[in-house]
């Protein structure tokens, strides 16, 4: 079974910061995405296993940035300039060892953290 253990979250001022971290039991393609109440689940950024590729949903692009250590199987979240609507929870999750590119699609990822919410308050 494949653990991811995510953390960081928290409240946070319109136009701050904050950095997620999640980490997990190998290397992996690794997405992030998000849940606010009342919403489906939606798709923040991915990375590729090796790290070369990432991508992002339009509403943080910019803002927000992936990367990961693989000597520590650990994705980072950094967020910035954080505005309301970036309230959520925060799921990391892991694609199948078989697959190693990004993807945008939750149906794509096999394993999921347990999420970490993220307030930002106006």
């Known amino acids: 079974q494949v653990q991811l253990v995510e953390s960081g979250g928290g409240l946070v001022q319109a136009g701050g910061s904050l950095r997620l971290s999640c980490t997990a039991s190998?290397?992996?393609?690794m997405g992030w995405f998000r849940q606010a109440p009342g919403k489906e689940r939606e798709f923040v950024t991915s990375i590729s296993r090796s790290g070369s590729s990432t991508n992002y949903a339009d509403s943080v692009k910019d803002r927000f940035t992936i990367s990961r250590d693989n000597a520590k199987n650990t994705v980072y979240l950094q967020m910035n300039s954080l505005k309301p609507e970036d309230t959520a929870v925060y799921y990391c999750?892991?694609?199948?060892?078989?697959?190693?590119?990004?993807?945008?699609?939750?149906?794509?990822?096999?394993?999921w953290g347990q999420g970490t919410q993220v307030t930002v308050s106006s």
């Open positions: 190998g290397p992996y393609a």
């Open positions: 999750a892991a694609r199948h060892r078989n697959f190693y590119l990004t993807s945008k699609s939750d149906s794509d990822y096999a394993y």
